[in-house]
């Protein structure tokens, strides 16, 4: 049985419309990221980091999941089927829902949703509704705690530890769409190197020497598909 740990970033929903963070057409050109994507920028000003976010949820209810994404979730109706003697766990970076509206089950999402939100009183993770902080209590404890389910810089990404359990486990760990510069994310590559091959699907190669066995280069909606057909 083959078990692949596929680690997405945001590149893979580049081609449905979504910007990525970094480059030159990247979200954060526009946006101070300490101001934004940190705690200490929420506490400063809730109301701007809640409008970024909206508009980020405005222009996710208008795109629909590309071939990269069906790829993935076509693999892993494949182990469903029988037609493919393995498992897939994608782990995502992404705060879209564009693996889970493709098909995809197994996704752990490390960075958090934006269509969630979680409260800091009693760590219940609503859905987001069109809620604004500080204002809309939280459903379950009343408290005014809620905020973004989203992990800023300097917070602990979700699920770590069976993020660790897959990694340890896996045979093939596969990357696309990510420019790994941000861990603990970018360190999956080398914490598998003793015992799994590696694989970075990419639009670009990155600079300096890669941690990656093999890099396919090439916009994810061509590369993707035509690995996992
Ligand atoms: C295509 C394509 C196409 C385009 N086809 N490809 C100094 C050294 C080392 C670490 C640190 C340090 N100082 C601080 C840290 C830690 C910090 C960090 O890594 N900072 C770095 C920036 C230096 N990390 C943290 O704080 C994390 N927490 C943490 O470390 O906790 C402690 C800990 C200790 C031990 C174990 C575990 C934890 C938390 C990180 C939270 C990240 N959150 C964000 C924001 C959420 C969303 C939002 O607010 O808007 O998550 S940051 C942002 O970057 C977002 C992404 O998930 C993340 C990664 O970005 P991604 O996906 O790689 O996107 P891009 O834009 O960078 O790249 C896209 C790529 O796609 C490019 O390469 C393109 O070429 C490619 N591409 N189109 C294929 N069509």
Known sequence: MQRIVVLTGAGISQESGLQTFRGPDGLWNNEHIEDICTPEG???DPLRVDRFYNNLR???TAVQPNAAHLALAGLEQAARDGRWQGHLTIITQN?????ERAGSHDVIH???ELLRLRCTGCGATPAWHGDCFPDT?????????????IVW???MPYHMDTITQRLAAC?????????GVVYPAAGFVDSVADHADTMLFN???RSGPSPFDQTILGPATHTVPAWTQ
């Open 137 to 149: 209590p939280c459903p379950a404890c009343h408290g005014p705690t809620l905020r973004p389910d």
């Open 171 to 179: 045979d093939l760990f596969v990357a696309i769409g990510t420019s």
């Open 95 to 99: 705060i879209d829902d564009l693996h």
């Open 153 to 155: 810089f300097g917070e």
């Open 110 to 112: 490390m960075h958090g």
């Open 42 to 44: 929420f506490r400063r």
């Open 58 to 60: 405005a222009g996710l």
């Open 203 to 205: 639009l670009e190669a």
